[in-house]
Nanobody, 124 residues
Framework: QVTLIESGGGLVQAGASLRLSCVPSGRTFSGDAVGWFRQAPGKEREFVAAITSRSRSIYYTDSVKGRFTISRDNAKNTVYLQMTSLKPEDTGVYYC?????????????????WGQGTQVTVSS
């Protein structure tokens, strides 16, 4: 059983940057697709970005294009989400998720394992 551990969240002002990291516990996830999702208070969990195992396919939700960058270092068994020009509407709990079938998806139910999340709060 694999779980994921997210880190790097925090409280920042609008315009600042943060880099989130996601590492697996239990096994490597270098062959899996990985996605980032976020959930704001009172809202459903929404897709942010996803990447396939060899980084050949990368997708972003429209609201973060040009500001967020997803990447992975399989040698370090880590997936990153670099977030720049943060806005208050980016506030939420950020989750990473792994998908054994190496095809990216924007649908949370398509992912097989998850982390506990890391809080990102952007003040205006």
């Amino acid at each position: 059983q694999v779980t994921l551990i997210e880190s790097g969240g925090g409280l920042v002002q609008a315009g600042a940057s943060l880099r989130l990291s996601c590492v697996p516990s239990g096994r490597t996830f270098s062959g899996d697709a990985v996605g980032w999702f976020r959930q704001a208070p009172g809202k459903e969990r929404e897709f942010v970005a996803a990447i396939t195992s060899r980084s050949r396919s990368i997708y972003y939700t429209d609201s973060v294009k040009g500001r967020f960058t997803i990447s992975r270092d399989n040698a370090k068994n880590t997936v990153y989400l670099q977030m720049t020009s943060l806005k208050p509407e980016d506030t939420g709990v950020y989750y990473c998720a792994g998908k054994i079938i190496n095809i990216v998806s924007k649908t949370p139910n398509d992912y097989d394992y998850w982390g506990q999340g890391t809080q990102v709060t952007v003040s205006s």
